[in-house]
């Protein structure tokens, strides 16, 4: 996340509130505040005016002088640097300048793509806080926008490779439109309609396209008054489409998008209330519940389901208001699905809920801030009349609790739940907070349950604010602080370190919020304080006891965590990752408790630290770090006791055991000695203010110390200088505690109890800086002077060769360089010297601006940075020559180079960790309901810091200077050194230097690439006189470092991808040529695998760069204005004309400059590649490389040309497949522009307008469909026909300006000869005429692949189209035999290749004339009847996909004669049924590209179909179902459509209920009569009947998933009979009859039904219920769960639909066959579990009455005599009382209400009734044991003790033996 998004914030102007009158003429937009409180805020304000002035006249310059690049970019980069530091610090005309000039850059059309997305960014940052600008301010048209989108999104070139554009351009380009959509015109809405209505078809892909564009362009946010103009133009007309829609095609979940974008900018002005029921279904259905045991799900309802955050922005727009709809709606939604969130619950339906969980209450607190506590701005306010009342608030949070505490324990972890929580607790504490407690303190009882120990903690870290606060809702919240402390430290655990960490996690969160501070003497001072205050007063007092304690936990820890205890010395020296951690939370929490404390606990924690430090010796990699840590925090605290105990102990210590010279020289120093030197460096880094005082007794140590033999201990004591110079030079604030000030104030005047979880003021901070005195600056250069010129001059003789040093005394001095260099890195001016001049030649001034950071430099002393700099790189010179194996000094020279080049204090890695851990916490602890900045006052000085650091790093985009030169040219040598972790470091540093200096890689690249010169032999003879290794090896990591420094890090620059042309003409053709040398041995795969990655990564990366960089007039307009604006400006005079000219000139210089280096770029690339010896895998890379430099507004130079089409037939495959795209992208540039004009349709059709919206088959659009009786078959019909090729237009609206091609003579020139072709053209026709040539490449397309996975291959279709567009039917006679010869034989690749040619053929014959058209069917037809009827199993896919793309955006009456052979005899029954079935396949492509145009084909083809629907064959029945499929696939019913012409459902249905009228009459069970072929007479019916139903079926499952609305009154005549078929039992053993009404069964019990289908439905399930067939009132049952579930809210809206439900259940329950009372059982529990049905009386007393039948006496029998297996009537009804009583029971799995103890009861009495009345109870209450195992503990409070000892014995087994 870039810093500019926090920068700001809504806050009063000034500090104090008010605004101040401004002396600089204009008053900012809104800055960021925090600058204000920097301690050297005053000097700001001069620095920031004049930055801004200067980008104002540069920026302004730049673009009047048409100088976009280097220009133009520079200074938008400048000018979104200053947003990051200032905020939107400018004027509103200069705001509103800004804008108008970046949306003009944005729109140019011609605009190389990169620098688009640049633009944008900036352009989005700028409009980001919409409340700056009102509509009045600013308007900005939406077609530039549309146009761009159009262009980039939805790109006609792309696919052929004639544009790259970049992965992110599509969201750049959405957020663009989204933040450009509040300043649309008023009319534009009216405008966008006109524009996309007409693409509104719903069989089409354009369908998806317009409902994009109304989602992302129509504006939501107009002004009350102009809503006539705004959404109500479409508002009805949309929803009423979304209503009708029921099978979520992909577009509808954008249409939910647009209504909840719609819902929140206008609250309170759309009445929902009607379409609430239809809004919360289709939510629930949207998350892909599992209902019922055996489910099928439709797989587009998982891939399309709704986007849950729009969702839910939706819901929350509509609450509130008077009708309280919407609530009641939500909570019947969490009702039904509660028991989904219990932890034993999972699936992948899980992430939705939780994300449901987690957004909707952030949803609500954002909605109530914006209604209670945002400032107003122009954005419409919500009425009164809708805003969200207390009770609204209350009710929200109780329906939405109970799921909240169930997610704590999820499987997928508690952070969702604590999120809600956070939110939750924020709007009623009251409700949220006790529960969670209730949770919390059992768990941390428990010692074996540790997940629920670290859910509950993390939940309560979530609500601990609103906890500790109290307030008015809350009081009594403070007082379960100590509790929760005193009862959280055992959690400090060192054997479970999840535990660990959220405990320290909570401590600190808590102590942040509270003062430590022992309050308990108030009680007697004063008698005014409130009860909670009183007991609060007297809980402080156990605040000591709680930090000691805490102490010897901690100890405990780090005791357990020597490095002795956990592994040897010898394995590693570091500690592990989980150690490291563990250090991190000890070390925050415990300086976060002392920061916090008062005075007197501070002392005693403070004695007890050092007591510990100083009587055990740690060593010093794990413990003693720790150990260290906790000093530091105690010395942080308070600075001047703390140094008075810790620096004198530790200094007498140390000097004592160096008092002998010999230590100074042992390889292991006394472990003593050692920790005392660790504790030193670490209690060091405080205040420097205060070290001033030991200043002797610490140089002393370091003179005795640093230069000690032993490493570890140099090293200890390099860290005490290092950070002895950082506390004297940095900026810092010097305390975070929470209340400014402390708390040192006597109780009488200060009462910390006032400031529990307080936030801080931001105008009253007071934060205490450390700005460096003289005294400490002068103290740092003493240091310097001392330890570090001794160093440099060493080293200085040593790089002259005049002094020889050991290996190690390098790296010694060396440590101690780097360690001065980082410590005083701002003490230290930049490098100076000369700037490298000419690297880009520019108009305007390209100047870095310095930034003040709070200190001058002084330029009196000796600059060290330079001697370092000048040391070093002689020293590493003196290395690489000598002793180019010194790894370690070659990493401490990289380090100390990348630091002299950026460091300036603080490092950009630590930076961005500190943002990042910032932002963590912020969320953690926000605020979010009331806003402005509540934050804690340690989380705001944080802020102020990064602030602070930010400006220390802005140093990027420096200029590039000499020395920078030449230490990026040492990393370079470095980064190509023969030891690869040295390689790898300097590679990283080359990275970050590359991005910070301007321009720099023009100058590097050429000495990258002279490592990869084929030629380059005389390396480096003398550098490797010592090296015994071979020539070529060194050479080759050479060649591997330089590849390396091309490919750049993940992140950083790529050099060989820069988007500038003078950059990659020197680098392609570099890598390609590479190949020849000696040293490229292709064996060595670590290099083959480079030049893999660094193909990859330019193909990944390349985007086109541009050839014109022209600037239109409309921008130099707006930069005239921008130059001359006022307040703050620079003193600039106007451009002269002179210099315009100049401008546009050089701007034409750089057209034809990239258009040369265009054309340069491709040659050289040819050379490369034709290069006799290049290995193959370098003409591989090169081929690929010179394709991505086609483009659309330029064609490829000639040479290219005749090189790709060669390459037709190359021998590699891979070359080939590049070849053929691009001859494809070729010949599109090559294509001759068509001539269109404007037609009137209405006139056509002789029909007026219709008035209103009306879609689907009118009048003015029936000369679109296809009639056989008219089609044009001579000459003079076609050519007066008026052909429309798109399918979509006319069917919803005509658009305002219809165009259609003209007529053929005025259409280019076809049947052109040899003479008048261009050149381009005649060597593509010279290629294709030649017999040989075409020979070669038909036998190449024919070959396989890859064997079983090759498919219809689109890119080679587009070469055919393309050459039969361009050249017409020339190339017609060469191939017409290859034709014949491939479409005989059967082969896989031979067919595919064949029909790729065809399709080719038939859609590159758009534009022929009617003769030539004639001659190609005539050709053309026996071809596909051979073709079709050789079709196999392997290519009918390939036959379908070629029909499909022939007929796709054509008119069918262009193709009549393949439509009329299509329909010849799809079922011939010759070639068996196989080929029946793959020719109504490829039929069924052809028609279904053609949608709604076609309705007498269709009704051919369904008369013709419906005799053969009872064909015997189970491959033709599943094809007849598809095309079933498609031929009803036009009959929809969306609002203001016309009945269609085509097939419709109804009639069709009518006639098929007819044939099965046998099968409905009959009662027994349905089986599979088909096997007796040979029926007669009543027989041979019902058989006709079985087949036809098995076609039906199939027709059914196959429209499941893809037509738009479900014919549900039709269907539901057939369901009836499907309940008679379907098997109750799962069982694969079933023929296909059965399994296929069972699966059809489940996709139709998911459908949605619109509310008037619910009688109709009901009807058909009672009916069904007193059906004699028990199998069909079993799935009656089953159907019944899925259906009710998966349309909740509409059944909820209709009572009698309930009322019916429920009897249908409850009547089941009593049926005579046990498995239908069972499964009625089961629906009852699940009807009552989703809060479908309630528990109520009258029914709990049905049930009992059943309970109490009589049982008849059991008769005597004779032995002889079977009893009878009817259970007797009394039996069923007493057992259907009992399955009741189960069915309540167990609808409550996860609790316990209050009736339930009681029907357990009454249960246990039936415990020995007869089976299955026995049976059931025992499942019943073993089901209940299972269930509320878990929670027992809770449980068992709702029963009375004689209710538990029944219940005791009932669940606890009777012994085995008894």
Known sequence: MEPAERAGGGDPSEPGGRPSPNPRGFVPQKEIVYNKLLPYAEQLDAESDLQLAQIKSNLGRAVQLQELWPGGLFWTRKLSTYIRLYGRKFSKEDHVLF????????????????????????????????????????????????????????????????????????????????????????????????????LMCPFDVTMQKAITYFEIFLPTSLPPELHHKGFRLWFDELIGLWVSVQNLPQWEGQLVNLFARLATDNIGYIDWDPYVPKIFTRILRSLNLPVGSSQVLVPRFLTNAYDIGHAVIW???????????????????????????????????????????????????????????????????????????????????????QPVLLAMFSKTGSLEAAQALQNLALMRPELVIPPVLERTYPALETLTEPHQLTATLSCVIGVARSLVSGGKWFPQGPTHMLPLLMRALPGVDPNDFSKCMITFQFIATFSTLVPLVDCSSVLQERNDLTEVERELCSATAEFEDFVLQFMDRCFGLIESSTLEQTREETETEKMTHLESLVELGLSSTFSTILTQCSKEIFMVALQKVFNFSTSHIFETRVAGRMVADMCRAAVKCCPDESLKLFVPHCCSVITQLTMNDDVLKDEELDKELLWSLQLLSEITRVDGKK?????????????????????????????????????????????????????????????????????????????????????????AFYLLDSFLKPELIKLQHCGDGELEMSRDDILQSLTIVHNCLIGSGNLLPPLKGEPVTNLVPSMVSLEETKLYTGLEYDLSRENYRETIARVIRKLLNHILNNSEDDTKSLFLIIK??????????????????????????????????????????????????????????????????????????????????????????????????????????????PLVLEFLRPDKQDVTQQQFKQNTKSKTSVHFTFKEGALYCLLGNHSGVCLANLHDWDCIVQTWPAIVSSGLSKAMSLEKPSIVRLFDDLAEKIHRQYETIGLDFTIPNSCVGI???????????????????????????????????????????????????????????????????????????????????????????????????????????????????????????????????????????????????????SIPRTKKEWESSCFVEKTHWGYYTWPQNMVVYAGMEEQPKLGRSREDLTEAEQIIFDHFSDPKFVEQLITFLSLEDRKGKDKFNPRRFCLFKGIFRNFDDAFLPVLKPHLERLVADSHESTQRCVAEIIAGLIRGSKHWTFEKVEKLWELLCPLLRTALSNITVETYNDWGTCIATSCESRDPRKLHWLFELLLESPLSGEGGSFVDACRLYVLQGGLAQQEWRVPELL?????????????????????????????????????????????????????????????????????????????????????????????????????????????????????????????????????????????????????????????????????TARSSSWHARYTVLTYLQTMVFYNLFIFLSNEDAVKDIRWLVISLLEDEQLEVREMAATTLSGLLQCNFLTMDSPMQIHFEQLCKTKLPKKRKRDPGFVGDTIPSAELVKRHAGVLGLGACVLSSPYDVPTWMPQLLMNLSAHLNDPQPIEMTVKKTLSNFRRTHHDNWQEHKQQFTDDQLLVLTDLLVSPCYYA
Not at 704 to 724: A, D, E, I, M, P
Not at 961 to 983: A, E, F, G, N, P
Request: hydrophobic share 40%; charged share 25%; with cysteine.
């Open 315 to 401: 819901i929350t727009a509509m609450m509130g208001g008077p009708s309280k709809l919407v609530q009641k709606h939500l909570a019947g939604l969490f009702n039904s699905i509660t028991s989904f969130y219990h932890p034993s619950n999972n699936g992948r339906w899980l992430n939705k809920l939780m994300k449901l969980l987690q957004r909707l209450p952030s949803s609500v607190v954002r909605r109530l801030h914006r209604e209670r506590y945002k400032k107003p701005s122009w954005l419409t306010p919500v009425p009164d009349s809708h805003k969200l009342s207390d009770q609204d608030v209350t009710d929200f949070v109780q329906c939405i609790i």
């Open 691 to 779: 070290l001033l005082l030991y200043k002797e007794q610490l140089v002393k140590i370091l003179q005795r110390t640093l230069h000690l033999t032993c490493k570890q201990g140099y090293t200890l004591s390099c860290n005490l200088l290092h950070h002895l110079l950082r506390s004297t030079t940095l900026i810092y604030p010097t305390e975070y505690c929470s209340v400014p000030g402390g708390f040192d104030k006597p109780p009488s005047e200060y009462f910390p109890i006032k400031d529990w979880g307080k936030p801080g003021d931001l105008w009253n901070l007071g934060i205490q800086w450390h700005v460096p005195s003289s005294e400490e600056v002068a103290f």
């Open 1119 to 1269: 930069a005239e204005l921008l130059q001359q604006s006022k307040n703050p400006s620079t003193n600039q005079i106007m451009l002269s004309s002179e210099e315009i000219k100049e401008g546009l000139k050089r701007q034409q210089e750089k057209n034809a400059d990239a258009l040369r280096n265009y054309e340069n770029l491709v040659n050289t690339l040819l050379d490369g590649v034709e290069q006799r010896n290049l290995p193959w895998k370098f003409e591989h890379i090169g081929i690929g490389l010179l394709s991505l430099l086609l483009r659309d507004d330029r064609v490829l130079p000639l040479r290219a040309i005749r090189f790709f089409v060669e390459n037709l037939n190359h021998d590699a495959i891979v070359v080939r497949k590049m070849a053929i795209s691009a001859v494809a992208g070729i010949l599109k540039q090559l294509k001759r522009t068509h001539k269109k004009l404007t037609i009137n349709p209405y006139e056509i059709s002789g029909y007026p307008k219709p008035t209103q919206i009306f879609a689907g088959d009118r009048p003015d659009n029936h000369w679109l469909h296809y009639d056989s009786k």
């Open 99 to 198: 804008i108008k000039l970046l949306y003009e850059l944005v729109s140019i059309p011609k605009l190389e793509i990169s620098m688009m997305q640049g633009f944008a960014r900036l352009l989005i940052n700028l409009l980001k806080k919409k409340e700056l600008l009102s509509r009045d301010d600013l308007e900005l048209p939406w077609r530039p926008l549309y146009d761009m989108v159009e262009r980039i999104l939805y790109s006609k070139t792309e696919h052929l490779g004639l544009n790259w554009f970049p992965n992110s351009v599509e969201n750049v380009l959405k957020t663009l439109v989204k933040s450009c959509r509040p300043y649309f015109p008023a009319d534009a809405t009216a405008e966008m309609l006109e524009e996309w209505r007409p």
């Open 896 to 1005: 100390i180079i990348g630091d002299l080049l950026q460091f300036q204090g603080s490092h950009k890695h630590e930076f961005d960790s500190r943002w990042k851990s910032f932002n963590l916490v912020k969320k953690s602890m926000e605020n979010r309901l009331h806003g402005k900045k509540q934050h804690i006052r340690a989380l705001l000085i944080d802020r102020v810091m990064l602030q602070h650091e930010l400006r220390t790093l802005t140093v990027e985009g420096c200029e590039y200077k000499k020395i920078h030169q030449d230490m990026i040219r040492d990393l370079l040598r470095l980064s190509t050194s023969s030891y690869s972790q040295v390689r790898n470091k300097a590679q990283q540093t080359f990275f970050a230097a590359l991005g910070a200096y301007n321009f720099c890689c023009r100058d590097i690249i």
């Open 1499 to 1663: 009704h051919r083809l369904l008369k013709y179909l419906e005799p053969k629907l009872t064909q015997v064959y189970k491959n033709v029945r599943e094809r007849i179902g598809s095309v079933l499929t498609y031929i009803f696939m036009i009959d929809v019913s969306l609002p203001n459509t016309a009945p269609t012409a085509s097939p419709r459902v109804p009639e069709f249905t009518a006639r098929i209920l007819e044939k099965l009228k046998p099968l409905m009459d009959v009662d027994e069970e349905i089986q599979n009569h088909v096997m007796e072929e040979n029926g007669i007479g009543e027989e041979d019916e019902r058989t006709q009947g079985i087949k036809l139903l098995k076609t039906i079926l199939k027709w059914l499952m196959a429209s499941a998933g893809r037509s738009f609305s479900t014919a549900v009154t039709e269907q539901l005549q057939l369901l009836p009979l499907f309940f008679k078929i379907a098997p109750v039992e799962n069982d694969n053993s079933y023929d296909e009859l059965k399994r296929d009404a069972k699966l059809c069964l489940s996709l139709m019990s998911q459908g949605l039904l619109y509310p008037h289908q619910v009688p109709l439905v009901l009807q058909v399930l009672k009916q």
